[in-house]
T-cell receptor, first 114, second 111 residues
Framework: DTAVSQTPKYLVTQMGNDKSIKCEQNLGHDTMYWYKQDSKKFLKIMFS???????INETVPNRFSPKSPDKAHLNLHINSLELGDSAVYFCASSMGGASGQPQHFGDGTRLSIL | QKEVEQDPGPLSVPEGAIVSLNCTYSNSAFQYFMWYRQYSRKGPELLMYTYSSGNKEDGRFTAQVDKSSKYISLFIRDSQPSDSATYLC???????????FGSGTQLTVLP
């Protein structure tokens, strides 16, 4: 059973389109995260939810809107996609909103903007 | 300056070599230290997790933290081609709600 699963794995779309990525975890964790990984492998935190409450909202264009319907799911909707949005987006989860807890990652969604 | 600095490599070693991967950090409040391994086209996988200074060993892997010099190390003994991956260090303080990652070191173990 996959602990943190993301869909889709690959997303190729045109500039200007709107797309969504979904994430689900079955680890019983209460905190979920979205990261963006660029071509140089640097992982940058975008958002975090703890029990459906937004607790981290980094400097991200407001075209990106996260939504957590329950603590096992976290989605990311992106409006008006731009070339610079091409990256790998990772979902992660951990137990507790406090720091220090190890995070468990999904296998990523590879987004390519044409 | 990034809070966690990591030499990006790439690093190539022959099979059986001892590998040393290192990170430095600047935030004195960091208390939790992790190493993640990321295979190509996969997500980061937690490899080692330590709290404060000291060593932790798990099989062929040893994580070392020296808080006085703000230095984090991962040693891999008897390296195998299956160890070829990108290794990311990560740190966190007791109050922040997020991990701060290094930029990753790409390791290739040659058979």
């Amino acid at each position: 059973d996959t602990a943190v699963s993301q869909t889709p794995k690959y997303l190729v779309t045109q500039m200007g389109n709107d797309k969504s990525i979904k994430c689900e975890q079955n680890l019983g964790h209460d905190t979920m995260y979205w990261y963006k990984q660029d071509s140089k492998k640097f992982l940058k935190i975008m958002f975090s939810y703890n029990n459906k409450e937004l607790i981290i909202n980094e400097t991200v264009p407001n075209r990106f809107s996260p939504k957590s319907p329950d603590k096992a799911h976290l989605n990311l909707h992106i409006n008006s996609l731009e070339l610079g949005d091409s990256a790998v987006y990772f979902c992660a989860s951990s137990m507790g909103g406090a720091s220090g807890q190890p995070q468990h990652f999904g296998d990523g969604t590879r987004l390519s903007i044409l | 300056q990034k809070e966690v600095e990591q030499d990006p490599g790439p690093l190539s070693v022959p099979e059986g070599a001892i590998v040393s991967l290192n990170c430095t950090y600047s935030n004195s409040a960091f208390q939790y230290f992790m190493w993640y391994r990321q295979y190509s086209r996969k997500g980061p996988e937690l490899l080692m997790y330590t709290y404060s200074s000291g060593n932790k060993e798990d099989g062929r892997f040893t994580a070392q933290v020296d808080k006085s010099s703000k230095y984090i190390s991962l040693f891999i003994r008897d390296s195998q081609p299956s160890d070829s991956a990108t290794y990311l260090c990560a740190s966190s303080s007791g109050s922040a709600r997020q991990l701060t990652f290094g930029s990753g070191t790409q390791l290739t173990v040659l058979p």
